[in-house]
């Protein structure tokens, strides 16, 4: 059973950063891209980030390119998202994803955690 547990979300001000974190369990962490998502109210799920297995390719959502990194460590089965220079609209509920294939879609990824809340006051 796969479990994928994010945490490390809260309350920021505009300007301000926040760190990330999706801990899986129940699948061999680096045979396994991981993504993030986020859903803002209102709004349709979104995508923002992926990483390959090894970590050495990164792909980002032109919304948050230069500014979010994604990272991960298999050897603690974790990814990581670093957001730096966040603004009121990056205000969302974030998801980790896992799947076999980076994509903007989230039809294409297999396991989901249950989401962290990200809030960026102006």
């Known amino acids: 059973q796969v479990q994928l547990v994010e945490s490390g979300g809260g309350l920021v001000q505009a300007g301000g950063s926040l760190r990330l974190s999706c801990a899986a369990s129940?699948?061999?962490?680096?045979?396994?891209?991981m993504g993030w998502f986020r859903q803002a109210p209102g709004k349709e799920r979104e995508y923002v980030a992926c990483?390959?297995?090894?970590?050495?390719?990164?792909y980002y959502a032109d919304s948050v390119k230069g500014r979010f990194t994604i990272s991960r460590d298999n050897a603690k089965n974790t990814v990581y998202l670093q957001m730096n220079s966040l603004k009121p609209e990056d205000t969302a509920v974030y998801y980790c994803?896992?799947?076999?294939?980076?994509?903007?879609?989230?039809?294409?990824?297999?396991?989901w955690g249950q989401g962290a809340q990200v809030t960026v006051s102006s």
């Open positions: 994803a896992m799947g076999t294939v980076c994509s903007i879609l989230d039809s294409r990824y297999d396991y």
């Open positions: 129940g699948r061999t962490f680096s045979a396994y891209i």
């Open positions: 990483i390959n297995r090894s970590g050495s390719s990164t």
